[in-house]
């Protein structure tokens, strides 16, 4: 069958958990529903750093009634990976990888969705994009110097360098002590007087200790203001000073695809956090049909959604497309 022509019950964007969600939702209530995803499954996990530990337990990230064995009370990232293939060979989902979607317009009482390959017909559409494939940017000179990264992987490649870490949260800490212990020259640059407060109970002590004793030197109420291949210009309460460097790894925070949402015609508000126009019961987007699952509901907000407390996102959406069908 030509997909231009066929005409979906539902079509959801992405496949992470809470795509995953839905889909197995959709699939349970007996609708026609197809994943797009631009990646791999569960991509943003999967770009998530090699040796990552989630602050949830097992229980907390399980979803469709599979049930997630770790081998600690923190689950890693490769273990993540693997619960969540079983989840979709489990329930043999319906998901094209690799296939970007583009645009969206309504057509005759339905959406066309563009993608990198094809066209789609659907009636109904749940966005479920997360927010980890979109960094906050730093905005300054040289960030897009080959030596800047957003995201990080593993320590090999720190080995006897002079890395720089801009950010004091959760991942910079982490990053900060893994590279240290590797063998990497760690200098931390935080626009604040300390260390984030919320960084995890098991790490801000540590972090702290090493800044203490000097193993891993911190620039506070700092920021780097210019980027070049062999040094930073940082911009402290002394003054701005030129410091060696050779990698910079800005872990300062990731946030939703806003253009591609703004391309599928979610409008927003215009407050601190930019989140989307949505009814907080329904979970229906400005655009009639189309509705929003997962941490992208909070917008700039970004710890403030997980896994574990939008897994029964599905639950709320896909009755309300039944119950629009039906009208």
Known sequence: MDVRKKLYDLIIIGAGPIGLCCAIEAKKAGLDYLILEKGVLVNSL??????????????????????????????????????????????????NF?????????????????????????????????????????????EELPKVKHYYHEPHPYIGQKLAIIGAANSGCDVALETYHKG???????????????????????????IKEGSIKTFFNSEVTEIHKNHLLIKTPQGVIKYPNDFVLA?????????????????????EFHTPHLNEITLESNLPNVFLAGVINAGLQTSKLFIENTREHAQTIIPQIIKKSQI
């Open 98 to 142: 690799f296939e970007e979607v583009t645009a969206m317009d309504q057509v005759n009482g339905a959406y066309l969705i563009q993608t990198s390959k094809s066209q789609y017909r659907t009636i109904s559409v749940i966005v479920a994009t997360g927010f980890y494939d979109t960094p906050r940017l730093l905005n300054i000179p040289g």
């Open 251 to 271: 872990m300062t925070g990731y946030k939703p695809n806003y253009p591609l949402l703004s391309n599928l015609g979610i409008t927003f508000n215009e407050d």
């Open 184 to 210: 990497a020259d760690v200098t931390m640059v935080v626009r604040k007087s300390e260390i984030y407060q919320k960084v995890k109970y098991w790490i801000k002590p540590n972090i702290e200790n090493r």
């Open 46 to 95: 999967y770009n998530f750093p090699t040796n990552m530990t989630f602050f949830s337990t097992s229980n907390l990230l399980e979803i469709g009634d599979v049930p997630f064995i770790s081998h600690s009370d923190k689950p890693t990232r490769r273990e993540s990976l693997e619960y969540f293939r079983r989840v979709f060979e489990s329930w043999n989902l319906s998901i």
